[in-house]
């Protein structure tokens, strides 16, 4: 029960803890699993067209031919590399991904490798899910429109509260909002094109505004120019491919067969991804949507006059749902809510990626150990916390700006695409040379091809991204992933380091026994917790005990002695002189002189320690205990035992007996 203001807000926030036994999460069905975990790759499509276009609004003569080719091609990579992952989910159904595919087959630095990237990449995926979330409220909710930053982190704190509480019924919950969204996506599609198939062409709010270009009259300069819009408007596209990792990450969690099962998802998923990606850029280009980067500098009005700096963007779907639905205003409200809703599923897959990817990290030894281990909730609380953390800060630095963010998002998710499968590509080769039997022969050289294939064509779909994208924020997501890389390979060397400096010693020199132990008791006034400490010191039967007081002040010493004196203690009181009032030295000189004497005796020194119930109570006492406890941890065998008195603060403020309560043999020395 919790009795301290802290543990009660805790769990009215969090909720009760959980019994490790019997909270085994169950196995999911493809009906479920697919909405949950391919939902980062199906919500993509509600920010993917607004990057194409963001990118090709810099020259109008290619925005309405290319934009739905592009589409294709994006639709098509997104085949290609699911195609690839259905093959990788089944041959390492561990739920490991590219991390443990690079680990095992080129070695632990091209994994490291990955999981810098996936690392990076789930940070940006929870903070652009709840960037672009921020754009979708605002536009249902313009009044809000200021307040774009607080309506982000305001989404990335209660996604991490309920990965923090978790719960059998979030997967179900969860799935509610994908496939409300792709009915509404679809129902967008359908409307749409029959629409424009029967004549009745949409027109977008922005259709008749004109966007100003910056002027390239020399035609060589204005082809190359052309060129480097196309292929940065791919790599914006290519956004779209962002989820399928988690759902690789996620097999564990598929009912059996899991490999399969998880392969199949990754296929539907991929499906949808691609036709909607497809349908929505072709209706965005038919519709005449303008989507620009700094409105007030490059949309124009009808009547010649620029927009206002005030002027808020709705996004590309947004702006479908209103032209398509105009005579149906409520569905544009559904459309962009249920944008929203998605958006936020999208985020926690984020919020179940990161912790376990942290997590077997740590438990390999390339990250802090606190993240490999579960909370109350038997959710990984710390991973959750430190993603929150570092989605937050991006979102403040961006000022929640969905186009910032993505120029950092894709480097990381393709380099972990390319080392993923030349790694697949290693791993055929190795089975191949294990393997008789013919028909397994062809399925491997068909696999073999299929993700070699597949690292050439995310090896082409990264370089485009790093030229395209590097000036424009790309450069900072390497830096980010090369520091991560740096500092995660430091922990694993310390950790290796002392590793070894532990392992016990061959000759069983480590489990020597000390020839002698030398008891100290630390005292300062003659008071319970001094008496306390003398009778544990006596307890543990040492060769020698004495007690110890430092004389700050020769008359406060005489008096203590003459108390000493008169109590007949049955413990040598010893006094050191302190001609400089001071408290620590003396005491540390005293026990160093002793460890010369005898180097090979262990010296254990009993220190009183108050326990106290408020925080302001650490400030007044125990601040000498405290220097001179850490002193000594520095000292060769020496150990310091604090020992505890409760004060009645204590007792009221976490329950239990109070120290008026105490044993009788603990005050008496």
Not at 334 to 343: P, T
């Given at each position: ?46 920010y993917a067209p607004d990057e194409i276009l963001l990118a090709l609004s810099l020259t109008s003569l290619v925005a309405l031919t ?416 090369a520091g991560l890389y740096l500092v995660m390979g430091a922990i694993h060397r310390h950790y290796s380091r002392v590793a070894r ?169």
């Amino acid at each position: 029960m919790a009795s301290s203001f802290s543990d009660a807000v805790k769990r009215l926030l969090v909720g009760r803890p959980f019994r490790s036994e019997g909270r085994r999460a169950p196995a999911l069905k493809k009906r479920i699993a697919m909405p949950v975990f391919a939902s980062d790759m199906l919500s993509s499509v509600a920010y993917a067209p607004d990057e194409i276009l963001l990118a090709l609004s810099l020259t109008s003569l290619v925005a309405l031919t290319v934009a739905p080719w592009i589409g294709v091609a994006v639709g098509a990579v997104i085949l290609v590399i699911v195609a690839c992952y259905r093959i990788n989910v089944k041959a390492y159904p561990s739920g490991g991904g590219d991390y443990e595919v690079a680990s095992k087959n080129l070695g632990p630095r091209a994994g490291l490798v990955v999981a810098a990237a996936l690392l990076v990449d789930y940070v940006l995926t929870l903070a652009v899910s709840m960037t672009v979330f921020a754009a979708y409220i605002t536009t249902a909710f313009p009044l809000l429109a200021p307040y774009r930053v607080p309506v982000a982190i305001i989404g990335i704190l209660l996604i991490t509260l309920a990965g923090l509480r978790g719960s059998r019924a979030t997967p179900v919950l969860l799935a509610i909002p994908t496939y409300l969204f792709l009915g509404a996506v679809f129902l967008t599609m359908c409307v749409g094109l029959l629409r424009v198939g029967a004549g009745d062409i949409p027109q977008a709010e922005t259709a008749d505004y004109t966007v100003v270009h910056t002027g390239v009259q020399n035609e060589a300069t204005l082809g190359l120019a052309t060129v480097l819009i196309v292929l940065r408007a791919f790599s914006s596209g290519s956004v779209a491919l962002a989820g399928v990792q988690t759902v690789a990450t996620a097999v564990p969690a598929f009912k059996k067969p899991r490999g399969k099962n998880a392969g199949n998802t990754l296929l539907l998923s991929g499906l949808l991804a691609a036709l909607m990606l497809t349908g929505l850029t072709y209706l965005a280009s038919v519709t005449g949507i303008k989507y620009v980067d700094d409105p007030h500098l490059y949309l124009v009005r009808p009547d010649g006059s620029a927009v206002s700096a005030e002027y808020e963007q709705e996004p590309v779907l947004a702006q479908l749902a209103h032209a398509i639905f105009d005579n149906a205003p409520v569905m544009f409200y559904f459309v962009v809510l249920v944008a929203a809703l998605v958006l936020i599923v999208a985020a926690n897959t984020a919020v179940e990626g990161f912790p376990g990817l942290a997590s077997r990290l740590a438990r390999d030894g390339f990250l802090p150990r606190q993240l490999a281990t579960k909370g109350d909730r038997l959710t990984f609380s710390n991973g959750i916390l430190l993603l929150a953390f570092a989605a937050i800060l991006l979102v403040i630095a961006t000022r929640a700006s969905a186009t910032t963010l993505i120029q950092l998002y894709l480097v990381g998710v393709f380099a972990s695409f390319v080392v993923g499968q030349a790694g697949m590509v290693l791993h055929w080769n190795k089975r191949l040379r294990l393997v008789i039997d013919p028909k397994a022969r062809v399925r491997m050289h068909i696999n073999r091809l299929v993700n070699g294939a597949g690292c050439i064509i995310a090896s082409g779909v990264l370089l485009v991204v790093i030229v395209s994208k590097f000036l424009a924020g790309a450069w900072l997501a390497v830096a980010a992933m090369a520091g991560l890389y740096l500092v995660m390979g430091a922990i694993h060397r310390h950790y290796s380091r002392v590793a070894r400096e532990l392992a016990p010693e061959a000759d069983g020199g480590s489990r020597t026994i000390p020839s002698n132990t030398h008891a100290i008791v630390v005292v300062n006034e003659i008071n319970k917790p001094t008496l306390r400490a003398l009778s544990y010191a006596r307890v543990t039967r040492s060769s020698q005990l004495e007690a110890i007081t430092v004389a700050v002040d020769e008359d406060s010493a005489s008096a203590l002695q003459r108390q000493w004196n008169d109590m007949s203690l049955p413990v040598p009181l010893t006094v050191l002189d302190s001609p400089y009032r001071e408290l620590v030295r003396p005491l540390l000189a005293h026990v160093l002189a002793i460890r010369r004497r005898s180097p090979r005796d262990l010296v254990i020194v009993y220190i009183p320690q108050y326990i106290v119930g408020r925080w302001w109570e650490h400030i007044l006492h125990n601040q000498v205990a405290l220097k001179l406890r850490t002193r000594l941890l520095l000292v060769p065998n020496v150990v310091v035992v604090s020992v505890p008195w409760r004060l009645r603060s204590f007792s009221r403020q976490y329950g239990g007996d109070g120290p008026e309560n105490d044993n009788p043999l603990y005050r008496q020395a």
